[in-house]
């Protein structure tokens, strides 16, 4: 008797450690989820977080870095979001979510240099601690989730690429997360909430 | 006159440099005309990730800017060369920028004596194919897909040598 109690016992944490296992493996948010604020510090020195936005309808919020091929590909077209969007309501809140000391060419001193070469125009965040990108579910750099305000807090709508061309900004078909903000900024529903890119694993 | 002369001097000065360079690029493009790239887009690369045969294929996503892809090579040219008899076939499909590929892809097939077989999938519309490869698949390289006729499993992580060989033993049972 005592040692069916055990095997049940036994298969009970088995059970539950797969269950946990899976959900974690899954993670990160799915659209309609309501994701995290943070407190992240922006290459001017000064801390940001979502809630400082009182006025924003939203946001585009990006995963992104110096050194991934594709992250600097689209640099410009993410200054362009934000010169579009911003004064709409929804800014671009770019993360930096890689390990510096394995890229060094992502530091703090590195973002500020690059920031400063490109001429951002939004916050440019540190993921120091590397706990917001995995609460997103962000596997990648440029990684864009659109968030909208609403009173329950900021809902996903968004998650993926930026458009379905990263070689060249003129062969642009579909420009997903320009259609996903219109549709938020319309009250439409959003054609396609989920697309794919190929992009540099974080590194962690 | 002599701002004439001068001016002969300096663009006399400046086309030996430039003979110079342009002969240097052509030796650079001489010595890697011996790696041979071939490059696909997706609806081209696609049979060779299904190919229903008797041999197991690992097909690996990467690319020479990516560091943890770099890292984990050796193992996949490893695993060439210790299974090549047991009808394992790899193939490594490069996602490096067309503009690198001489630049960068064919050196790096040439300084690292790579034997496997390395294509260039140069394709823009990823939203359209990375589904395809696997629903898995978020985009982050490095990735493997490992198949044979029978069964089929796509990881989108790092490898040891140990963590690739116990896979693909898998599949030769």
């Keep these: 008797m005592k040692a069916l109690a055990s095997i049940l016992a036994m298969t009970t944490i088995m059970l539950f450690s797969t269950f946990t296992a899976t959900n974690h493996g899954v993670g990160g948010y799915k659209v309609g989820d309501m994701a995290t604020d943070f407190k992240l510090e922006n290459i001017d020195g000064n801390t940001v977080s979502l809630s400082n936005y009182k006025d924003a309808k939203g946001f585009i919020v990006i995963f992104t870095c110096n050194t991934c091929p594709y992250a600097v590909a689209y640099e410009d077209r993410i200054i362009a979001l934000d010169k579009k969007y911003a004064k709409k309501g929804y800014p671009v809140i770019a993360i930096m979510p890689n390990n510096t000391t394995v890229m060094p060419g992502d530091n703090m001193q590195a973002m500020q240099a690059r920031a400063k070469a490109k001429g951002f125009t939004f916050p440019y965040l540190l993921d120091k601690d590397q706990e917001i990108y995995p609460q997103y579910g962000a596997t990648k750099t440029p990684h864009v989730f659109v968030l909208q305000k609403t009173q329950k807090g900021n809902q996903v709508k968004y998650i993926g690429a930026i458009d379905d061309n990263y070689k060249d900004a003129a062969a642009v078909n579909q420009k997903y997360v320009e259609h996903a903000v219109d549709a938020l900024l319309a009250g439409d529903d959003i054609k396609e909430t989920h697309t794919k890119a190929i992009g540099c694993t974080i590194k962690v | ?173």
């Design chain 2, 1 to 173: 006159m002599k701002h004439l002369l001068f001016l002969l001097a300096v663009t006399l000065m400046v086309s030996c440099k430039e003979d110079k360079t342009a002969k240097q690029e052509a030796d650079l493009v001489a010595n890697d005309a011996a790696v041979t790239l071939e490059v696909y887009n997706f609806n081209e690369l696609e049979p060779l990730l299904s190919t229903q045969d008797n041999k197991t294929y690992v097909v690996n996503f990467w690319a020479t800017w990516c560091k943890p892809c770099v890292k984990e090579l050796p193992y996949f040219e490893k695993l060439k060369s210790n299974y090549q008899d047991k009808n394992v076939e790899l193939l490594l499909v490069s996602l490096d920028f067309p503009n690198k590929y001489e630049s960068k892809l064919k050196p790096f097939i040439k300084a690292h004596n790579l034997k496997s077989k390395v294509v260039a999938l140069d394709d823009p519309d990823m939203n359209a194919w990375i589904p395809k490869v696997s629903e898995d698949w978020s985009g982050a390289i490095p990735a493997t897909l490992i198949f044979n006729k029978d069964r089929r499993q796509f990881f989108e992580k790092t490898f040891t040598y140990q963590a690739l060989e116990t896979e693909v033993k898998s599949f030769l049972n």
